[in-house]
């Protein structure tokens, strides 16, 4: 089904969704398409390519930071634009190494640097994300500052100072806004 065929729409008290604008079979695929960030899990790495994200034995490196590795030269071409920068932040931090959620969240902030429009933002954007802080307890939000400070730390050598950053990109409003894409 193309974009076209779905709608966004607001329910009160539960936020944004999206529906058919048509019938639907059981089983049919509605909506397929990049996702704006992802990582893979610390478990997955070297096992899995970066990019195109197959079951490899055969993994090439990174040069650089030795995290990410790819399929062959292809795939490294291809990822480089989004790992360019996080190479440099995973190289700074070594020996250390950053949760999954981190790195994410770090993606996220390059992309939004970047204004680089993702395919999958034609139905909602980054920014259409809702972060219901609100709804947060007291402990989630002292998590989720303390995965902020760790993010600063980790882009240290990419961001020196989070003041200059556009008021959009808030590391904190980041996470809470992960929090609600994955079920944190």
């Known amino acids: 089904m193309e974009a076209a065929a779905l709608e966004r729409f607001h329910s009160p008290g539960k936020g944004s969704g999206l529906r058919s604008r048509r019938s639907v079979r059981p089983g049919e695929l509605l909506y397929r398409d990049v996702p704006f960030a992802y990582v893979l899990s610390k478990q997955q790495l070297?096992?899995?390519?970066?990019?195109?994200?197959?079951?490899?034995?055969?993994?090439?490196?990174?040069?650089?930071?030795?995290?990410?590795?790819?399929?062959?030269?292809?795939?490294?071409?291809?990822?480089?634009?989004?790992?360019?920068?996080?190479?440099?932040?995973?190289?700074s931090i070594e020996p250390n190494f950053p949760p999954d959620s981190v790195r994410l969240a770090g993606r996220i902030v390059f992309k939004l640097l970047r204004q680089s429009v993702c395919p999958s933002e034609r139905l909602?954007?980054?920014?259409?994300?809702?972060?219901?802080?609100?709804?947060?307890?007291?402990?989630?939000?002292?998590?989720?500052?303390?995965l902020a400070q760790t993010l600063q730390l980790y882009l240290k050598t990419e961001i020196q100072d989070e003041s200059q950053l556009p008021p959009a990109i808030d590391f904190f409003q980041i996470f809470t806004k992960m929090r609600w894409m994955r079920g944190m």
């Open 46 to 91: 070297g096992s899995v390519c970066e990019r195109c994200l197959r079951r490899n034995e055969n993994l090439h490196r990174c040069s650089q930071c030795k995290v990410a590795k790819y399929c062959g030269r292809s795939c490294q071409k291809e990822a480089w634009l989004d790992h360019k920068q996080e190479c440099k932040c995973l190289k």
């Open 124 to 146: 909602y954007s980054f920014s259409d994300l809702q972060s219901n802080t609100e709804r947060l307890s007291e402990e989630m939000k002292d998590g989720l500052r303390h």
